[in-house]
């Protein structure tokens, strides 16, 4: 059981990678298409449904939040949102929170590898600007040396991507694999980066450490985005996975609120969550220091987390 989880986190949360490197393509033009099952939005099935909400294949994308009004004295700077990502597999779930991403055009994350050990360190990334963005990763070992050359990649308007640290550098025999270190990665737009360690069949949430000033998300359509929004890079749903979103306002006065959800390649995305299936939820209040909870639902109606 641990290996076939193993191999169905590698399939949900990075299989939608189509980076496109600038000294191998030539046209530096970070098109993701060409046959990747990524972007489609879905992905194999791993698991039998275990509840209504999560029946069909599995689909992946990312989030933005979006705060549109505060009905009395207080700002969208109240509003607090995390996510829960879940995968049901018989008698057994893995379960991780993951931490919206501050966007940043500079940033480091902890590398560790280990073939032995089944450890590897998953890197996905997603750019909410109208325009591509062109990235840059370099990869440091323990003593702070630079292992290999960077890789040098485009991202387009809207695309969510991912890779396992192993598969981005095996074409880099410099490159060993078992390492410790850490990875840099740059950007000229502010871009959203989770980082996930894997052991096995475990996960967690790896921090992202922002070197450059923290940029706001910026507006991803009519009444998306702007200011103090929050997006939530990552987000799973069907065949026996479950995304929960938990939005909290932290002001003195009622919040408005929208939630809306894209697929890797930035299109609208359905999601079924609170018994309605719908890309953009609208009109969700929360009250002055309250919750509201965006989750799938069981046969009985509770949400699984």
Known sequence: MPKVMAVVLSLLLFSTLSFTEKENSGNGSGNNSGGNPGHSGEAP??????????????????????????????????????????LKHGDETAQS???PSALTT???VYASTSGKLSRNIGIGIVNPNNAAANLTMTLHDEDGSVIGTPKHFSLLSGHQ????????????????HDLTGTLNVTSDLPV????????GSNFSVLPV?????????PTYGAGIGGLG???VPDFATGGGWATELVLINTGTGPLTLRADFFAPDGTALTVRLNGE?????????????????LAPKTNEGHSPF
Not at 61 to 80: C, E, F, K, M, R
Not at 192 to 199: A, E, H, Q, Y
Not at 209 to 217: H, M
């Open 229 to 231: 929004a929050v997006l």
């Open 277 to 293: 299936s719908k890309s953009s939820f609208t009109g969700l209040v929360v009250p002055a220091g309250g919750v509201l909870e």
């Open 106 to 108: 500079n940033s480091l």
């Open 161 to 176: 991507t991912a890779q396992f640290l192993t598969a981005l550098y095996a074409d880099k025999p410099e490159v060993p």
């Open 209 to 217: 450490t922002n070197l450059s000033t923290p940029a706001g998300v």
């Open 192 to 199: 959203s980066i989770i980082g996930l360690r894997f052991r």
């Open 45 to 86: 099935n791993p698991a039998k449904p275990g509840n209504d909400d999560s029946d069909g294949p599995v689909r992946i994308g990312w989030a933005i939040v979006t705060p549109l009004a505060v009905t009395t004295s207080g700002g969208s700077n109240g509003l607090v949102v995390f996510a829960t990502l879940g």
């Open 97 to 99: 929170g993951l931490l």
